[in-house]
């Protein structure tokens, strides 16, 4: 699923503001006065359960966007790493197993970064970096290990492939399915009842009301456009940054000086 960040946190945000004051106007056309002032005790009592209730949902929704955004972070980190070590333990095999799995990895990184991370904002994936994972994974087939140092090395690069070949399945099923509709639903729905009881309030004041109304519409449509930033990692302002895969391209071509730096880290002298 794709996402745009500022543009759809607005909508949301603004979006949300304008519906609950609408719907609270409506609410007070609806219901005369004296039957809305006679109603204040059974619609707080029932306000308060279903806003305790809305409340747990949607910051535990909020948290296990967190988790999921920082999850794919891991994600990427462990496919980046696993590559950089199959290229580098590559270096203790025979000349034409080495050039072709440094080669392969040399490729992947490439078409990861410059095809598939554009794909992933989408919600898709590049088939040309699946097929070149893929042949990642059958390139040793027919390698037979010989030396001692080439039986040590032959099954931890095997398990190597296998830690990369595991990450980019998970990376990709978490670009491609996001927040599930259900989720959102349930979200909005619950957010639209919250804010429906809130309206049975009447206050002598059209104007306060409409402001409080907003203000509490206001705080969900945060946590829903946190939802929105954190449930889609991969694209939207907020993304997980194809950084790790651009230090691989650079370590596999010798361009040591040319790795991405961290903020708080500086070039070498």
């Keep these: 699923m794709e996402f745009h960040g500022f543009t759809n946190g607005l909508c949301i945000i603004l979006g949300g503001i304008a519906a609950s004051i609408l719907l609270v106007a409506g ?56 590559l950089a070590d199959i290229f580098l333990l590559a270096e203790r095999l025979p000349a034409p197993e080495r050039s072709r799995l ?6 992947y990184a490439i078409q990861v970064v410059e095809d598939e991370w554009p794909l992933m904002a989408t919600g898709h994936a590049s088939m040309a970096a699946r097929k070149t994972a893929f042949e990642l994974a059958k390139s040793l087939d027919t390698f ?7 039986k040590v090395v032959y099954p931890i690069i095997l398990e190597q492939i296998r830690e990369l070949w595991d990450c980019r399945r998970e990376r990709v099923g978490t670009a491609e399915f996001g927040i599930p509709a259900v989720e959102w639903f349930v979200l909005i729905v619950g957010g639209a009842v919250t804010v429906l009881f809130a309206g049975l309030f009447r206050a002598e004041s059209v104007s306060l009301q409409r402001f409080l109304t907003a203000m509490a519409a206001l705080l969900i449509g945060l946590n829903l456009y946190l939802v929105s930033l954190f449930g ?11 950084r790790p895969f651009k230090v691989d391209i650079a370590i596999f071509e010798g361009r040591f000086r040319d790795i991405p730096l961290h903020e708080n880290e500086r070039p070498p002298e």
């Design 232 to 242: 889609y990692p991969f694209s939207g302002e907020l993304t997980v940054s194809s």
């Design 102 to 107: 440094q080669e392969t990895c040399k490729a």
């Design 144 to 150: 037979e290990p010989k030396t001692e140092a080439e």
């Design 27 to 82: 609410v007070r056309k609806m219901f005369a006065k004296d039957i809305l002032l006679r109603a204040h005790d059974i619609t707080g009592n029932l306000l308060s359960v279903v806003g305790t209730l809305y409340a747990v949902l949607l910051g535990l929704i909020v948290v296990d966007a967190l988790v999921r955004f920082e999850h794919a972070i891991d994600v990427v980190q462990e496919e980046s790493n696993s």
